[in-house]
């Protein structure tokens, strides 16, 4: 790799505004993750954190910012510097996003393929190592479809990392888990940070993961960052969307008539 | 950029010795599973010095799971030594640490037999 990161930022995302449609989803976000951090963003429906993990992705073009990935910004980036970026990258889909028609094994050897040119038996030993990490050793030949849900994750986790990314990206790793399957997961996420030093992105609503992974903690609302700052910091705020959040209480927001009735009749009721 | 990998091997008495140095990532982890099946003979010992090794891939840990077994296959012994941390991290993720045979040093190594 020859990117630069002068700064030590894995992940560093400036005055990020982006839209669908004509609704702004993401108003002015600075995000930053540094090389070997793991840096939750949290936040409850709609606030724009699937969103920002999209865009990190680079599978969306912003409105304007920047988003730079190991010094490169990739709102800059030809197909083909993405495509060679994206080499260092590993995402793990909330629903896992596996290949129904192919093997476990073949769906964690698929980077692999697709991106290098190594010896099959290199391959097919590289990916029977992450379903070993993953502990879904022996699982290579099942289906997806045969799976639990706390497997097809796991199963997601040893494709994503199995080309030993730099920077790992995991969505919603608890969801649908039950608790035991979701610590394990979060003890995975600690280990792959530690074994290999990987900048991790965890994007998840589940309080009691966020808190027991996180060196730090972006929490958004509304499409804008109410806090970025350690686990620690983030529990004791006193800011009451925080609180809301981390309290579980329903928000009441104030509603705007101008704006909700505009939402409503858009396109519908001309002037 | 890429800084490469150097690989030298000596056969000293009873055991072949094969020292891998600086880094191992995709690019250069053919030129070493090469390297490890070519010095791999029936019914002898390798002693696979991994001091000088910066940086491992999967790939590189995926040549040397190869090779080991290979050893295996074939009766020789097979047998890591001085592996740099970074390494270890690598084998102990899959927990492999405890499948080679690892030793500190090759004094360590030759008293143990390779």
Known sequence: MNSQMPNGYAIEVERLVTHYGPRKILDDVNFTARQGEIMVIMGGSGSGKSTLLRHLLGLHRPTSGSIKLLGQDITKLSADQMFDLRKNMGVAFQGGALFNSMTVGENVELPLREHTRLDDNTIRIMSRMKLEVVNLAGFEDMMPAELS?????????????????????????????DPVVSAELDELILTLRDAMNMTIVVVTHELESAFKIADRITVLDQGRILMSDTAAAVR???????????????????????????????????? | MRDGVEITSRKSGDF??????????????????????????PKSALLVDLSAVRYMDSSGVACLVEAFQTARKQGSRFALVAVAQPVLNVLRLARLDKVFTLYASLDEALAGGG
């Open chain 2, 16 to 41: 072949d010795w094969l020292g891998i140095a600086g880094e191992v990532d995709m690019h250069a982890s053919p030129q070493v599973r090469k390297a490890l099946l070519d010095a791999l003979q």
């Open chain 1, 236 to 271: 004791a705020s006193e800011h009451p969307r925080i609180r809301s959040l981390l309290d579980r209480t329903p928000r009441n927001d104030a509603v705007n008539p101008d704006e909700y009735l505009e939402r409503l009749t858009r396109e519908i009721i001309r002037a």
């Open chain 1, 149 to 177: 849900g706390g497997m097809i994750k796991r199963a997601a986790l040893a494709r994503a990392i199995v080309m030993d990314p730099k920077l790992l990206f995991f969505d919603e790793p608890s969801a649908g888990l």
